[in-house]
Nanobody, 120 residues
Framework: QVQLVESGGGLVQPGGSLRLSCAAS????????PGWYRQAPGKERELVAT???????NYADSVKGRFTISRDNAKKTWYLQMNNLKPEDTAVYYC??????????????WGQGTQVTVSS
């Protein structure tokens, strides 16, 4: 059984920073292109950032220059450093990855979501 556990969300003022973490656990053989999505009230879930095994990154235009995704393969954990947060960044943030478990095909897994609220 694979689990993705997120942490680090909360309430922050505009211009502030937060760091989200996503820790994967279980009988994991490989983690492919982990990333972060977010969903604001009344909106569809959207891609925020992804990072490949070679540490190539991809960001939504709305967060470029403010957010940084990184990963620690040894800890099976990836992060989203969010700086200069804006009210429009308010959303539930979900981590995701395509994970290979020994003996089964790769599957997409999602965390439970963590709320990020940017407000004064």
């Amino acid at each position: 059984q694979v689990q993705l556990v997120e942490s680090g969300g909360g309430l922050v003022q505009p211009g502030g920073s937060l760091r989200l973490s996503c820790a994967a656990s279980g009988r994991i053989f490989g983690i492919n292109t982990p990333g972060w999505y977010r969903q604001a009230p009344g909106k569809e879930r959207e891609l925020v950032a992804t990072i490949t095994s070679g540490s190539s990154t991809n960001y939504a235009d709305s967060v470029k220059g403010r957010f940084t995704i990184s990963r620690d393969n040894a800890k099976k954990t990836w992060y989203l450093q969010m700086n200069n947060l804006k009210p429009e960044d308010t959303a539930v943030y979900y981590c995701t990855a395509r994970i290979l478990v020994l003996g089964t095909p790769s599957s997409d897994y999602w965390g439970q979501g963590t709320q990020v609220t940017v407000s004064s």
